[in-house]
Structures are given as structure tokens and as C-alpha cells.
């Protein structure tokens, strides 16, 4: 990767200067010390640096404070009050130090020691001033506060002082500074607006320019251009001039041109486009571009060949205080090179691309933007690809432009930055600038930061700063110095993928680089494996020390394995960590996972013997099996590794060994058959270790038979077949390779069959799917298939299930249609008498579900299907008999298969309901299995009666009579009708189904007083199909009281019900009094429930009766109680006594409402019982009476008062608000658009709305918004009518009709530009329209308080007030008063509040 031009070092640019000797300084003149041995720039930025030993004053004292010009006005940093403090500067430090995430340090910051020594001195010695501007190129210029300009060389030595104090005191501070492009003259401009011109090569001074822009303005910028006889000045007015210097009959000049005005919009910040000399001819060029930042917008103009403005680009909305920035930079776009423009204002960067197209016009596209959490004072290019950008609180963040990332983030405070606010806000001459411009200049700071050649110049106030972006080496010395490696090599590894960001000095190609870097990481790589070996507690416990290396290995295995240095990896590296025993442990366990991943597959001999080893000391057999199947067969020692696998079982690992080492599949085959067969042949059953064998031996035989390799890959092509025929040929031999006497023919496939017969077969069927196209194995499927046969068919030793997954297996290969097996037929006959036999019960389901198999599998064509059926019949094989029904498609007879089934009765539901309603069936079927579902319905009722009616209610609605009738078993009956009938039962039955029969209702509620009387009222509620008077004879039959008064209720016979529910409240009174004495708790609560229930009768029914029938009602209850009570008052129980007073005072204060007051105590005092007693003892109930009637008297004042209050308050709104005058929104009508108050033309009506929109009559008009109505128009707002409700227009019309208008109140205003000829008295008055408005205002009175009419209520109130003496209402109106209805509430809120 070749560096970029402006990546070059400030020594590099150096060693083109050819400076002609000028004439020295005179160091006594000026009394400048002498600086033995000056520092130079190269030897800055290449020392060995200590990133706490910044630069310090040695002397805080040195500065003179009493010298610097107050006037001059330079801000420093905000740190600038204690930065000279050693013991602060050191805490900062420490508090602030640089984050590095994975990019490490970027950049470099260094003093520039020479010349911050020598601008001190220069303050102090010759009354300098403060640093005020910097500028830098091949050379260093420093502007100081007292008008002086210090030029430095590369070597940091004081090559030149232009100016005095004397000019200084007349010219003020110097505000900006320029080199021109080949460094032969320096442009100042000073604070009170003078520009000076001087030669680098001998210090004199060329130009003195006064007059080049407005007098009384400071200059804030001044800049050469490409041309060396054209600068640019940005004066603190906001304008821009243009400076031509040329040379006339031996006179220099200076020709000033205005560029931009400060009155179109203040600059305050410029930056020409400059162009390196290796890219002078680039064709941007010829047009010489000047970016211009104003507190508004960017501009880009040309300068050549005439004066063009090439784009305008505003900023949108920023903070004032934010500065403008700008900042040129040429990029590589694909082949080409092109300016980039990076502008910002406040937090977002935008760029600009700048591009000429082939007519000659420029193209300006915009690019990402780049958005920042922070606020930016400073924006400078380091290179093409990195940024250095500078935020308000003074730290510097490097951010690629790319990618967007930032890189690193310094804090730069303690620089100290010097800031150019006096400048800004002219204080000079005077301060005569907008208030704008000096809150940008608060945080300026253009002329304190200055780049060149990839290197950035921070000027502080007592020392002068370097930014360099580091090499890559430097960056990974920097981190391997403070010892963090993990990052180091991170970084590193970026640098080789091309990942990296802000990368100097990696030159070459891209293998040169890989392979430099790669150097570098292994000499990293060999430190870090040092550290960690140093690092290493020497005491304490195994685990600490462990720990420790298990964070660090993992890291070199990963950098060798990406690096591909696995000779480094077990070469050096392991050598170093062999030398402790713990290293070497951990370092063996973490090759594991790698080993594992596949990312490791060869390993030296003598490290996987140590591996072995190490593994099996530690008894990590598993582990070593899991990474052997992984490795290299070339890296094992085979001979060490078989031995191991031999010894501890590792059978996977002996597979792999002998596979992959010796192509020997067989040899680990008969190993395995020698675990399992033994324990098999002898009958007993497998220990876990033993199944697990097993079933690696089946994997294994389906890997082989299938050509992949055992556990992992593929077998090698030129093998597949030959291994696939070697385990045949093994699998059919006749006898094992260790004969014994009692050993069977067929040993393999015996074996196998009895170790799990499904798995094995499961094993051939997939082995056959591939063995259609070979001859060779096509013998072998036959010759295993009858092996098969001979083996089980003619042994007793198998299960039915096992014999049954034989022809089940055989029965789908003969089924295929390239099928080229034979079996002869007779075998599937004895397998079917086998499964069938019906002497034999045990394992019945299992010998059912195995046939069953047999026939889903295509074994059907192998049978008579008439013996088939005939014998699973006999044998009660329910579900082979209703397979066969439903392939013969007799659908009625699968019914009886389930009512027959007794593990499968309960599906026989969702069998009928979906043969009756699934499409597919013909007619004829269905009607089979609804005739056969009839035919059995009673024993589908006793499977499940809910079931059953869901099916009824159906499928079989217009039967329910008849199924009735079949069913004799009364509790069935109650429990099938109680699922159809009654909704609280919970099942979900669509009743609308069910013909409305009172025959088959009134049988339910015979049936439900029999068996849940407690249920009878609940369903009587709920039910409309019964009839009253037979429903009455089964209650009263059943003696079920409370149903039969609510019948007797419902029938409207009243008295009746009354007199069942009264005997019922004196037998349990009754009860009551018989066991008072007990103090029966049951009793008194069973008489409270009865009587509650016949005070609810006679409240409910009292509103439809007259006088004389509520006596007749309510006086026999209170006789009822009262009785009961004198009956218990000879007795000792006081406390019975006052609960029989508390049931009398409910009584009586629930039959007040309905009975007159007279009446109730004319009726107390006629009783025997208080009659003949004191007044005391009826004291209490006549005072609890009295009581109640005067708190109804008192809520009903209140009420009216409260009423009438209301509706006196509403009234007076109302009054104001139609009276009240209008105040419209705009002066212009809301239709034309036409201000009402400047027409002139013939009378014209305008309409006022409440809600203050105003219009023309004939406006309105226009957009249908009148109607005529009883010779007057009435009319609605345009705006409020057409966006009310989503901008559905009302119907006006309606409206009207209904007698409401769509605003509050409307006022007919005439014209107030009459005819100024008109006679006054022909003037028409205002005119206002009251009632439509007071109509409105009443409807909303009526809308607000929802409800009955305050006229209804109060005409009420006063009627009853008056009413006659024998109550508190008229009987007559009770029935009818609001005050009976439950919904009735009265509303107490206050009122709404109004607008003024």
C-alpha cells in the first residue's frame, strides 16, 4: 500500500526547502535567549515518547503577565487558569487518558518543545505577547497578540521576527497568517484590519495593505490561493474580498475585489481549494474554487474564469453559538481523484464531492452524512480517509470517513487551546459587529489549529502541539509497551485482513504486507508466550495457575491456526510451555475444541502422543475418542492408538483407526457382535453399556451399507462398493469366525433381529432404496430377504410384534412397483393365523396394532380379504375389521366396530358427526350410518349423554320424540334432555336446532324436580317452552314452593303466589319459634331467605296494584310476623325476640313506599299484641318509622332545591351566551378568501359564527350551507360543518327541521361598506336572530345533563308535596314516578365552566 502524498511527514517536505541565507536575527536586539542545541522536528516526532511528560513550563513565573496588551482580548481553553500547575496538569493526565478500543492509538501527540520555548521567551523577553495565530508549511509561523510574527524552521530553530512591538500597538494583534505555496511570502492580517506582506527569504516587508476592505473590521481569515499572486480575506463585517498582487513598473500593488457582501449574510469562514503539484493539471483547477461558510448556508464558487457560484447549500436548524467549518481534501473515487468538501455546523458533517463532467460544468453530489453526539469547533483532514475533529469540550476525535468509526478520541485541554474571540467581536475597533457573529466567534478558534503534510498544528498559549497519525508498528509498540497483547495481536490481524483504519507505512503489495505483518505477530505471538510463562504465579494453588493459562493459550492457538503456523504453534510455543507441566496440561486441553471444530486436523507425532497421555492420566477417555475420530490418520501412531482403543472401549475411535488407517471394515464389525450376541443368545436382557453397542453396530452397518464413513465423512468412492459387498457377505455368513457348539445358523442377522428387530429392518429398507440398479446387490437383497424368513418363520424365539415388523418390512418392498423380491404367499397366510389365533389372549393389542401395520403397509393384496375379516373378528380385532369396512366402503358396520371397541367407544361421536357433514360420501352412505347411529342411539346416550346431544342436536333433531321414547332408564333420559335443554349445564348445544316441543320440556322438568330440585327455579327463568299450568302441577306435585310462586307470578295470578311463598315463611317461622330456645342459627337464616323472597313478590308486583290489593299483600306478611313474635313473647329468649323484631321493622320499612302511613300504624296499634301493651313497647318501631319519614322529607327539599339552583344556573348561561357579542378569527371571509372590510362594491351580508369563522352571504350560498325556512335563512358553518366527525357533512336541512342550528348563536351583520352616497337614516341596524339560538343552547342544556326533563322532575316534586294525607306518594303515580325507575340518577356535579 503506497502512502498517500499528504500522509508526508513535516521532515519530509523539509528536505525540498532550498532557502536562500537571509539575513540573521540579531539576538541581542531582540534579547532572545540562545537555545543550545535546539531539538529538531524529526527527532520530536520519532523520540521514544513518554505519553505523561508533555511539555511544562519550567518556570511558571517566566510568563509576565504585566506585559500582555489586556486589550487584545485572547481567550485560552477553559483550562487555561490552572494548566500551569504541575500537580493539576498530572491529575488531568490521569483522569483524561486516551481510550483505545481495537484500533489501539492512532495518533501521536507531541510538544513542539523549540518553539513553545522560544514564544515564551519571545513574550517575556521582548514583549511579544501571547500566541495569537499559527500557520504551517515547510515552515512554522507563529502571530503573536503584540503584532509580531515568529518563523520557525523544521528544525524548531527562530528563523525569522517580522514586525514590531511598535506596528503591533498601531496595528493591533495579529488575527490570521498565510504561506503562500512555495514558501516564499507570509501574509498577516491584523485586528484592526491592516494586512502586511512579507519575504520569507530575507524578512522584509513587501506590502503594506490598507485599503483592501471596510476600515474598522478585523481580518479574520486571509488565504493564499493555487496562484501565489491571489489571496482571499474574510474581514469580521462578513465580507470577502478578493487580493490581486502584481508588480507594476517595479511598485507593488494590491487590487481588492468584494466577493461577497456582509450585508447579504455574514461570513466567517473561507477555504480555498489548494492542489498539491502532483496534481496541478487536474481539470478542477481551471476554476480556482472558494468554499464560503456564513451562519446560513455553504457557498462554492469559482473564481476562474469568471466569478460563478456553484452551489448554495443552507445548514437547516443549528444552535447560533455552533461554529462553521470547512475543510478541503482530495479523495480517490474508483480511478479517479476528486475534492471532497467536508463542511458542519454544530453535531452533522456533510460531504461534498466535487466532480467536472465532460461539458465543463461542475457537479456537486452530496454524500453520507456523518452524525455526532458532540459539538465541533474544529474540522481538519488528517489523509484522504481520516479526520481529526475537535468538539467543544476540547477532545480531539479521529473518526474514519468511510466507515464512520471513530478511531480514537484525545483530550486535548491541556493544550490549551487559544481562541480567536476578540477577533470575532472586534474589540480592536471598536466591537462594531452583529450580535450573531459574536456568539459564533465564542468558541472560534480557525487560526489555532493549522495541517499540513498529514500533520496537525494545535496552538496553546504556552506551547505548540503536534497531531500525527502513528505508523502501523507504532501502533502495535504502543500497545505491546503497556502490555496489552490480546489487543496488539487483534490489531495486527486487522492490518493483515485490510481491515484496519488510518494505516501509515504498511507499503507493498497485498501478500508484501500479509507477510510483514505476519512477522510481526509471530515475534508478538513468542512475547506473549514469554509473558505468560513470567507472569505465572510461582505459588498457590493448581487451580490459579491454571486459570491463568487458560486465558492466554486459547489466544496463541487462535493467531497460529489464522496465521497457518501450526510448526510455530507445536514448534517454539510448546516448547516454551512444555518447560512448566501445568502450561503443557492446559495448552494439550485446549487443542480439543479446535480438534473438535475441524480447525485442527494434523498434529506433530510427539504432541498427540503427549495428548494420549495426558487425556488418559486424567481418565478423559471420551475426550480423546471425540478428537481421534477428528484427526489426521497420518498424525496417529496407530499401533499406540489401536492399543488404547482396545483396552478402554473406545469403539468409535477403533472404527475410525481401522477404517481410515487399514480400509478395514469388517474386523470392528465382529468386535462389536462379539459384545451384544452372548448376552442375546443366552436370553438375558442388555445392560445400558451393552445397548449402546448395539445400536453403534446398526448405525454402523447403515453408514457402511450406505457409503459414508463411520462417524464422520464419506467412504472413499473406489470403496463404496466394495465395503457395501464385504458387510453383506459378512451379514449372510453362515457361522461366525469363532465357532462354538450351541452356536445358530445366521449368527449376524440372528443377532440383530433380537437386538431390535424394527431398527435393523429399518436399516435394510434404506439399503435397498439404492440398490436397484445393482445386479450383484439385488442377489444380496434376495438372499438376506430369505434368510429373514428362515430365521423367523421358523423359530418360535420372536415375539408377534417382531414378526410382525418381518412382514410389514416385507409387505412395503413387495409393494414397489420396480419390486424384484419373492415371497411365497403361503407365509403370510400362517403369519395371519399367527396374529389371529384367538386361543392366544395375551399381548392382544400388540398382535392387533401389528396386523394393522401389515395391512396399512400394502400387505392387504396378500390376503383373502373375506378370511381376513372373518378372522380378525374372531380374534375382536375392532380396528383391522374397520379398516377393512372402510376399504369395502360399509361405513354403517365400522359404528358397531367402535360401540364394540371399549378403548374406542368415545371416538364413535366424532366418527358419525363427521361422516354425516363431510362432503365426499354419496347420499346412500350416509343415510346408512345415520339409520345404523338411530338404531343404536340409546348405547351412544349411555357411553356419553353429553356427546350424544351435541349428535342429537345435529344431526338428529327431528327424532328427539322418538329417542325419547326409546330410552327407559329415566336418569339417562334426565341426562341426555339436561344437555339439550338446559343452557346452565355448560355444554355447547345449538338449541335453535331442536323443535320447541312443551312435551318434551315439561318431561325434563319432571325429570329435574326428581333429580335436582334445586336447579328447577334457574331453569324455569331461562326457559319459554313450557306450558304454565302443567308446569304448576309438577311443582306442586313435587311440592317445589319457590317454583311454583314464581309460575303463579308468571301467570299473573299474584295473590296465589303470595299465599305459596307465606305458608312457606310460616312453616320455617314455625321452625323458627319450635327451636328458639337452641338458638338454631340454620332456622333463623332459612326465615330471613323466605322472607326476603316475599317481600321481593310483593315490591315487584305493588306498582301494578291498587290501594286495596297491596293491603291485601303486604298486611298478611306483617300479620305473619307479628304473630310469630307474640308467640315467643311468654318465652325466655330475648334474643330470638329482637331478631322477630328486626324481620317486623324490614317489613315495615319495605312497605312504605306502597302503603300509607296511617294505615301501617293504624294496623300496629290494632294488634293484640301492642294494643294491649304499653306505649313504651311500640316506642322504638313508631320512632323508627318517624325517622324514616323525615329523612325522605328532607332528601326531597334538597333535591328540589339543588334542581332548581341548576336549572336558574343553566338559564343565565344560556342568556349570556346568546347575548353575548362575536369576535371573529380573521379578517377575511373563510370561502373567498377576500378581506370583508375592503370591498366596495353593493350592500353585502356578512355571517358571524360563534365558533369565529365569518363569511360572505352568497359564499355560503355557494356551498350550500342555507336553508330557507319559514321565510328566513338559516345558516351553518362552511369549515366546522365540513370537518366535523372526519368531514362528513350533516344534513342541514334535518337540522333545521329538527329546530337546532349548527352554532351556538348567528348574527346577521350588514355590510360595514355601504355606499358612502346612502342617506343614514336608510342605514339597517344590526340584527339578531334569539330563538333558533336559544333552542341550540337548550338542546345543549339537554345533551349536558342526560336525563329526565328538570321541568318533569320539579312538576313531580311539587305534585307530591301536595299530595293527599295518605302517603308520601299518590298510589296513582307511583307506577310512573322517576323515582321508582332503577336507572334514575341524581346528578350533583358542578356545573361546567364557561368561557368569559
Known sequence: MSESPETQSLVSCSSQLNLADGDGIDDKEFDIPQVDTPPTLESILNETEDEDDSFILEDPTLLNTDNIDTHSGETSSLASSDSGDRTNLKRRKKATEISSSIHGSVVRRSVLKGVSAQVVSAADRVDAGLPTAVVVSNLIAVGTSHGLALVFDPNQALRLCLGSTAVGGQYGAVSALSINSDCTR?????????????????????????????????????????????????????????????????????????????????????????VKPELRDHPITQYALLAMASLTKVLVIGLKPSLKVWLTFPYGKTNPSSVPLLSWQFVAVLSTVMPMLAFCRGNAVHFLLVKKDESGAIHVSKQNQLHLHYDLINLTWINSRTLALLDSAEKLHVVDRQSQAELEMVDIAEVQLVYNSSHFKSLATGGNVSQALALVGEKACYQSVSSYGGQIIYLGTKSVHVITLRTWRERLD??????????????????????????????????????????????????????????????????????????????????????????????????????????????????????????????????????????????????????????????????????????????????????????DYIAPMEKLFQIISPPLRAGKSLTDEEVIMGNKLLVYISCCLAGRAYPLGNIPGDLVSLVKHQVFEFLIHLHSTEVTSDEELYPQIRTLLHFDTREFLNVLALTFEDFRNDKQAVEHQQRIVDILLKVMVENSDFTPSQVGCLFTFLARQLAKPDNTLFVNRMLFDQVLEFLCSPADESRHAERQQVLLELLQAGGIVQFDESRLIALAEEAAFYQVCEFMYEKKQLYDKVICCYLNDPVRQEEIFNYIHNMLSIPGYSPEEKESVWNKAMEHFKELVSINPTKA??????????????IVDQLE?????????????????????NRELLPLNPVIHETYLTLLCQYDPERVTGFLRVSEHYRLEEAIQITKKHQLHEASAYLLEKEGDIHGAFLVLLETLKYKLCLFTDGAREKNEETLQAAEAALEETIALCQRNSNSLNQQQREALWFPLLEAVMSTQKQLKDGTSSQALESLKHLTKQVLNSMTGFIALPSVLQRILQDPMYGKGKLGEIQMLILGMIDTFNYELTLLETTTNLLNHDLHWSLCNLRGAVSRGLNPKQEHCGVCLQQYK??????????????????????????????????????????????????????????????????????????????TNRESDNKKPTEATLDPQQIQAFDQLRRLYRGPSRLSILTELSRNRSSDKHGLLRPGSVANSVFQNENFQLRLSPPPVTED
Open 478 to 663: 504502543y500497545l505491546l509497551k503497556q502490555e496489552r497483547f490480546i489487543e496488539a495481536l487483534s490489531l495486527a490481524w486487522s492490518f493483515n485482513e485490510g481491515k484496519a483504519k488510518a494505516v501509515v507505512g504498511l507499503l507493498g503489495d497485498q501478500n508484501k504486507r500479509k507477510g510483514v505483518v505476519a512477522d510481526r505477530m509471530v515475534e508478538i505471538l513468542l512475547q506473549y508466550a514469554d509473558r505468560a510463562l513470567k507472569k505465572c504465579p510461582d505459588q498457590g494453588k493448581i487451580q490459579v495457575m491454571e486459570q491463568h493459562f487458560q486465558e492466554m493459550v486459547p489466544v496463541m492457538v487462535d493467531y497460529c491456526l489464522l496465521l497457518e503456523r501450526i510448526d510455530l504453534l507445536f514448534g517454539q510455543i510448546y516448547n516454551k510451555l512444555s518447560e512448566i507441566s501445568v502450561a503443557k496440561g492446559v495448552f494439550l486441553e485446549c487443542l480439543e475444541p479446535y480438534i473438535l471444530n475441524d480447525k485442527l486436523t494434523s498434529i506433530t507425532p510427539q504432541v498427540m502422543k503427549d495428548l494420549l497421555i495426558h487425556f488418559q492420566d486424567r481418565d478423559m477417555m471420551e475426550n480423546i475418542e471425540a478428537c481421534i475420530v477428528h484427526m489426521d490418520i497420518t498424525s496417529l501412531d496407530i499401533q499406540q492408538v489401536v492399543h488404547m482403543c482396545w483396552e478402554h472401549s473406545l469403539y468409535d475411535a477403533m472404527i475410525y483407526v481401522y477404517n481410515r488407517g487399514m480400509n
Open 186 to 274: 507570509l501574509l498577516c492580517g491584523f485586528a484592526k484590519g491592516q494586512i502586511t506582506m512579507w519575504d520569507l527569504a530575507n524578512g522584509k516587508l513587501l506590502r503594506t495593505i490598507t485599503d483592501a476592505h471596510p476600515p474598522g473590521t478585523a481580518v479574520l481569515h486571509i488565504k493564499f490561493t493555487d496562484d501565489p499572486t491571489v489571496a482571499i480575506c474574510n474581514d469580521s463585517g462578513g465580507s470577502v474580498f478578493e487580493l490581486s498582487f502584481k508588480r507594476v513598473m517595479g511598485v507593488r500593488t494590491c487590487e481588492s475585489r468584494c466577493l461577497f457582501s456582509g450585508a447579504k449574510g455574514e461570513v466567517c469562514c473561507i477555504e480555498p481549494l489548494l
Open 949 to 962: 346431544a351435541e349428535l342429537l342436536a345435529v344431526h338428529f333433531s327431528t327424532e328427539l320424540q322418538s
Open 1238 to 1315: 375592503r370591498r366596495h362594491e353593493g350592500t353585502e351580508e356578512v355571517i358571524v359564527f360563534s365558533c369565529g369563522h365569518i363569511y360572505h352571504s352568497h359564499c355560503l350560498q355557494s356551498k350550500d350551507c342555507g336553508v330557507q325556512v319559514e321565510g328566513q335563512m338559516r345558516w351553518t358553518c362552511y369549515k366546522c360543518n365540513s370537518s366535523n366527525k372526519g368531514g362528513r357533512r350533516r344534513d342541514l336541512g334535518s337540522d333545521i327541521n329538527r329546530g337546532r342550528s349548527t352554532s351556538l348563536a348567528q348574527i346577521k351583520v350588514m355590510s360595514a361598506y355601504y355606499s
Open 969 to 989: 332408564d329415566e336418569h339417562l333420559l334426565f341426562q341426555l334432555l339436561q344437555s339439550l335443554l338446559d343452557p346452565s349445564d355448560g355444554v355447547q348445544v
